[in-house]
C-alpha cells in the first residue's frame, strides 16, 4: 500500500524559508511522478511544483524563482525548497504521487507565512 508522508511545515516570517519533505513508502518510488499542492482556506487545491520519474520539473508562475521542487531516489523522498515567502503561500501543503493515472495523496503540512 503506498503511503505518502509529509514533514517539515510551520510558522514562518515573510521572507524566510522551509524545506517541505515527502517520504513514499509500499512501492517503488523512482517510477512515480511527484508532486506538491497547496490548499489555502477557501481556495480549490492548486498544483505548486511537479517533479516526473525522469526528473524533469515544473511550477506555478506564482512560486517560479521562488520554489524548487527535487528528488531523492535513494530516499523515496521528494523535496519542495521554499525561499522567499509571502503571506499569500500561507496554506495547507499536499504530497501527491501518479503511476499508470494511479494518483496518491499525504495527509498535508500546513504552512503558514506572518508578515
Known amino acids: 500500500q503506498v503511503q505518502l508522508v509529509e514533514s517539515g511545515g510551520g510558522l514562518v516570517q515573510a521572507g524566510g524559508s522551509l524545506r517541505l519533505s515527502c517520504e513514499l513508502s509500499?512501492?517503488?518510488?523512482?517510477?512515480?511522478?511527484m508532486g506538491w499542492y497547496r490548499q489555502a482556506p477557501g481556495k480549490q487545491r492548486e498544483l505548486v511544483a511537479a517533479?516526473?520519474?525522469?526528473?524533469?520539473?515544473n511550477y506555478a508562475d506564482s512560486v517560479k524563482g521562488r520554489f524548487t521542487i527535487s528528488r531523492d531516489n535513494a530516499k523515496n523522498t521528494v523535496y519542495l525548497q521554499m525561499n522567499s515567502l509571502k503571506d499569500e503561500d500561507t496554506a495547507v501543503y499536499y504530497c501527491?504521487?501518479?503511476?499508470?493515472?494511479?494518483?496518491?495523496w499525504g495527509q498535508g503540512t500546513q504552512v503558514t507565512v506572518s508578515s
Open positions: 501527491n504521487a501518479v503511476v499508470r493515472l494511479r494518483v496518491y
Open positions: 509500499g512501492s517503488i518510488f523512482r517510477i512515480y511522478d
Open positions: 517533479i516526473t520519474s525522469g526528473g524533469s520539473a
